[in-house]
């Protein structure tokens, strides 16, 4: 099955810095690549995403990046605010089974950022 | 958190007994999962469902069991709980095929064994 290990497990960066959480998964069939945040108490929420066809996308201060030649892709936070502070999860998903069904999502196991003001 | 809900949200249990966690949603979608989350390891998937009465096993599926007799309802079952079985469950859902829709996680429900 797929494996995806995330780095760093901690990040702090000064507010107002740019964050890089980087993601490498091991299934060379994987598609799909969400990134998740986390609040205290809360489910996790998807803040981005990108498909293998894709290299690079963004959405405001938030971009991430696809090698798939590498399997890995890295998520960008830019110009961070202390409302990003939260634990990031990045994910895949595999191919479908072949009995139709298909597989959930392989999350890394998390980074806590935290933006020191 | 996109109409979903899941009941108890926080539980305390003894070691033996059985346990039934609930998860409810009004968006109509096909798909729905149960994750536990514990420190160190992230999200990992128990049981997904791809329909009503049509499961299947994920990656920590060993102790649990589920069921899905109506679209809006997905049901996660530890038949005789364990002290391993603590921890955050979550549920989430998407409209069709992983990874060509967004899976939404509902609000979690805190188990904890004793």
């Given at each position: 099955?797929?494996?995806?290990?995330?780095?760093p497990s901690?990040l702090?960066?000064?507010?107002?810095?740019?964050?890089v959480?980087?993601?490498?998964?091991?299934?060379?069939?994987?598609?799909?690549f969400?990134?998740?945040?986390?609040e205290?108490?809360?489910?996790?929420q998807?803040?981005?995403?990108?498909?293998?066809?894709?290299?690079?996308?963004?959405?405001?201060?938030?971009?991430?990046?696809?090698?798939?030649t590498?399997k890995?892709?890295?998520?960008?936070?830019?110009e961070t605010?202390p409302?990003?502070?939260?634990?990031?999860f990045?994910?895949?998903?595999?191919g479908?089974?072949?009995?139709g069904?298909?597989?959930?999502?392989?999350?890394?196991k998390?980074?806590h950022?935290?933006?020191?003001? | 958190?996109?109409g979903?809900?899941?009941?108890p949200?926080?539980?305390v249990t003894?070691?033996?007994?059985?346990?039934?966690?609930?998860?409810?949603?009004?968006?109509?979608h096909?798909?729905?999962y149960w994750?536990?989350?514990d420190?160190?390891?992230?999200?990992r998937?128990?049981?997904y469902s791809y329909g009503v009465?049509?499961t299947?096993?994920?990656?920590v599926?060993?102790?649990?069991?589920?069921?899905?007799?109506?679209?809006?309802?997905?049901?996660?079952?530890?038949?005789s709980?364990?002290?391993?079985?603590?921890?955050?469950y979550?549920c989430?859902i998407?409209?069709?095929?992983?990874?060509?829709?967004?899976?939404?996680?509902?609000?979690g429900t805190r188990?904890?064994?004793?």
């Amino acid at each position: 099955g797929e494996n995806v290990e995330q780095h760093p497990s901690t990040l702090s960066v000064q507010e107002g810095d740019s964050a890089v959480i980087k993601c490498t998964y091991s299934d060379s069939a994987s598609n799909y690549f969400p990134w998740y945040k986390q609040e205290l108490g809360k489910g996790p929420q998807l803040i981005i995403d990108i498909r293998s066809n894709v290299g690079e996308k963004k959405d405001q201060r938030i971009a991430v990046t696809l090698n798939k030649t590498a399997k890995h892709f890295s998520l960008h936070i830019t110009e961070t605010q202390p409302e990003d502070s939260a634990v990031y999860f990045c994910a895949a998903l595999g191919g479908l089974r072949a009995g139709g069904g298909a597989d959930g999502l392989t999350f890394g196991k998390g980074t806590h950022l935290i933006i020191q003001p | 958190d996109a109409g979903i809900t899941q009941s108890p949200r926080h539980k305390v249990t003894e070691t033996g007994t059985p346990v039934t966690l609930r998860c409810h949603q009004t968006e109509n979608h096909r798909y729905m999962y149960w994750y536990r989350q514990d420190p160190g390891h992230g999200l990992r998937l128990i049981h997904y469902s791809y329909g009503v009465k049509d499961t299947d096993k994920g990656e920590v599926s060993d102790g649990y069991s589920v069921s899905r007799s109506k679209t809006e309802d997905f049901l996660l079952t530890l038949e005789s709980a364990t002290s391993s079985q603590t921890s955050v469950y979550f549920c989430a859902i998407s409209e069709s095929i992983p990874g060509t829709d967004t899976q939404y996680f509902g609000p979690g429900t805190r188990l904890t064994v004793l």
